[in-house]
């Protein structure tokens, strides 16, 4: 099977629920933000040290819930092949949570902004962090065009990823830590 | 399905084993049918592939047979220059294969829309696999070269609201039978099929599938596309 069909040379592709879209509708947008997080968390992991071999792992389940994300934004709502796919849930948002906390607890406490950068990995991450927010915005706009039981399906994935920058940001002063690389205030 | 796919969950099993050749029938001179015992723990859903590797050498393959069969098969085309449609039309029963899989998201999803399935050549075998687990009341075209191509009529005629052969490699003479549409599958859609919107499968050339989108967008817009590119 090839991967490329030479169908949407006109500006359409088709979700994956099987509707003819543009390629600049919300939902592809969408789509294309949560590839690009993806992405930069897979760079991310690669200029992670192996002995951080649990941080990997973490990063790695983020990357595999992402593809869950993408392919409920490349759904339909009122598709019955919804009902397929798996679904990001609370538990999911409370896991990133934890995972927040747990890093925070060995770093010093923040008295202001920072400057992003540092460390290659700390770079990575606070890169992924801004597509995440980018990301987080497209898919309110999904939100706001989608009817009611799609709205619902997306409630906790927009969380999710609204925790992901947040655990990014976290990471990204781990990061600089481990490294002793100091993190960088922001002076006026 | 470009980008959208790369980012999808993919419903990927990826453990292997091994397989053997129970038996191959020629459906036509190039055309042929091969059955594997089905390993007790390979679950699939129609229109699912199973990868078949052989040394260095693999390939996926739609399977025909249904969920539950005690057999896997496939229906294979012999590829001019083609290594493994050539193999398995080579080896001896009892040949054995390790396999991988199944993948694919070519499934039927119901929905209001009526269904029109379209394959030029083996493209018809995730349809197949479909009917045998109950699909019906489809409209089903099937892009042949001649009327020894329909092998599989006895087993979608029963089934489909209307099956239509489109033979497009009969020249200009006319088709021996008046059950068959005398073109391609793509000017079926273009000059037969009921402005409407429906729910297209599109399985076989990639010619085939480019062109019927292009139509499908410019003639059927709301409808919904799935698709499958076998070469």
Partial sequence: ?188 | MEEVSHMSTPPTDTRKGTITLESRRFLTEDTFEVSFRCPPDFQFVPGQRIRLHQGQLSREYSIISAPGDPHIRLCIRMIKGGRFSVLLAAVQPGARFLYSGPTGHFVFQPSPRSPVLVATGTGIAPYLSMVSTGLKDFTLLHGIRDELETYYRDRFEPAARLYVPCISGKGPEEPASLEVFPGRVTDYLEQRLPLGAYDFYLCGRREMVQDAVRLVDARFSDSRVFMEIFY
Wanted: aromatic share 6%; charged share 25%; with cysteine.
């Fill in chain 1, 1 to 188: 099977m090839k991967i490329y069909t030479g169908t949407g040379d006109e500006g359409k592709s088709s979700l994956f629920s099987g509707e003819r879209v543009m390629k600049n509708s919300p939902r592809l947008d969408a789509c294309g933000e949560v590839d690009e997080l993806n992405t930069l968390i897979g760079a991310l992991v690669s200029v992670i040290p192996d002995a951080e071999d649990g941080l990997i792992a973490q990063l790695q389940g983020i990357q595999s819930h992402l593809f869950r994300i993408g392919a409920l934004l490349a759904t339909s709502p009122d598709s019955p092949f919804m009902e397929e796919l798996e679904r990001i849930t609370e538990e999911h948002v409370q896991g990133l949570e934890e995972q927040i906390d747990a890093l925070e607890a060995t770093l010093s406490p923040l008295s202001g902004f920072l400057l992003p950068g540092g460390h290659m990995s700390a770079s990575w991450a606070h890169m992924a962090r801004a597509v995440c927010r980018r990301a987080e915005r497209r898919v309110v706009s999904v939100l706001a065009d989608a009817p009611a039981p799609g709205s619902s399906l997306l409630k906790w994935p927009l969380a999710y990823i609204n925790r992901l920058s947040d655990f990014l940001f976290v990471l990204a002063r781990h990061c600089n830590r481990s490294h002793g690389k100091p993190d960088v205030p922001w002076k006026r």
